[in-house]
Every structure is written in structure tokens, then in C-alpha cells.
């Protein structure tokens, strides 16, 4: 049971959009040196063919455009800014899947005017004195 706010509605993971809990310098990974050195790698591997294949050659028309409804129904309440994010994204899919999400999301935000700002936090304090006026989830 949470006693206390819940950080208000803050989200409560790192990174975020809302500038809500920060790095821990301590928990941050680090090399390990074994037989040889270990650490993470990333590739520069495409993150798009598989969900583009899947998108242009599985999805029929009208799956495609029932998709496009349900991410943009799910897309509809998050800030402007995260939206296009997704839109962006979306449209390295595929660009008719960014277009068609970017309708509907601009068909539901022309009906429907932004949420008031909600607070966040920066730090975690036991009194919740770190508050401040940032975002509005």
C-alpha cells in the first residue's frame, strides 16, 4: 500500500521525457575485466525491416488501417511532443503507418485540448520538497 502520493503520476523509471529520477552514477554499468575486457556492445543493426516486412507483406489494408487506429488510440492522451516522437518512429516503419497515425492523432488533439500541468519530481526527498510544475502526463 502507498502512503504517500505516488509521486503524483510522475513516471518513476530513467530516462523519461519528464525529467523524473536521475542517473545514479553509482549504478551506471561498467567494464569487467575477465579473460578480455567485457563490456555492452551495440550494433548498428536496422531496428525497422522486421516490423516493415511485417507491416507491407502480413498486414492486409484493413489490418494495417485497424492498427494505425489502436496505436493512435493509445497515443491520443500522451503529450504533443511524445506523439510526434512515435509518429517519427512510426514513419521509419513505413511511412504510410507514421501518416496515418499522424491523421487520427491530429483528428483526436483538434477535438481535444492538452492536460493541465501535473507535478514531477527530481529528486527523491522524504518530505517531497523537489517538486516543481514540469510536465502534464
Same mark, same amino acid.
Request: glycine share 2%; net charge negative.
Given at each position: 500500500?502507498?502512503?504517500? +502520493?505516488?509521486?503524483? &503520476?510522475?513516471?518513476?523509471?530513467?530516462?523519461?521525457? #519528464? *525529467?523524473?529520477? !536521475?542517473?545514479?552514477?553509482?549504478?551506471?554499468?561498467?567494464?569487467?575485466? @575477465?579473460?578480455? +575486457?567485457?563490456?555492452?556492445?551495440?550494433?548498428?543493426?536496422?531496428?525497422? %525491416?522486421?516490423?516493415? *516486412?511485417?507491416?507491407?507483406?502480413?498486414?492486409?489494408? +484493413? !489490418?494495417?488501417?485497424?492498427? %494505425?487506429?489502436?496505436?493512435? &488510440?493509445?497515443? /491520443?492522451?500522451?503529450?504533443? #511532443?511524445?506523439?510526434?516522437?512515435?509518429?517519427?518512429?512510426?514513419? /521509419? @516503419?513505413?511511412? !504510410? #503507418? &507514421?501518416?496515418?497515425?499522424? $491523421? #487520427?492523432?491530429? /483528428?483526436?488533439?483538434?477535438?481535444?485540448?492538452? /492536460?493541465?500541468?501535473?507535478?514531477?519530481? $527530481?529528486?527523491?526527498?522524504?518530505? %517531497?520538497?523537489?517538486? *516543481?510544475?514540469?510536465?502534464?502526463?
Amino acid at each position: 500500500m502507498c502512503s504517500t +502520493d505516488n509521486q503524483g &503520476g510522475a513516471p518513476n523509471y530513467y530516462p523519461n521525457s #519528464f *525529467s523524473a529520477p !536521475e542517473t545514479q552514477p553509482q549504478a551506471i554499468e561498467h567494464s569487467l575485466a @575477465v579473460t578480455n +575486457d567485457v563490456a555492452r556492445y551495440c550494433s548498428n543493426e536496422d531496428d525497422f %525491416c522486421q516490423v516493415t *516486412s511485417f507491416y507491407v507483406s502480413v498486414l492486409n489494408a +484493413d !489490418e494495417r488501417r485497424r492498427l %494505425c487506429e489502436n496505436v493512435a &488510440g493509445s497515443l /491520443k492522451d500522451a503529450q504533443h #511532443f511524445i506523439q510526434r516522437r512515435m509518429v517519427d518512429l512510426l514513419t /521509419k @516503419v513505413h511511412v !504510410e #503507418f &507514421g501518416a496515418q497515425v499522424s $491523421s #487520427f492523432l491530429e /483528428k483526436h488533439n483538434a477535438a481535444n485540448p492538452q /492536460k493541465a500541468m501535473i507535478k514531477t519530481y $527530481s529528486r527523491h526527498t522524504s518530505d %517531497c520538497a523537489a517538486t *516543481s510544475e514540469k510536465s502534464n502526463l
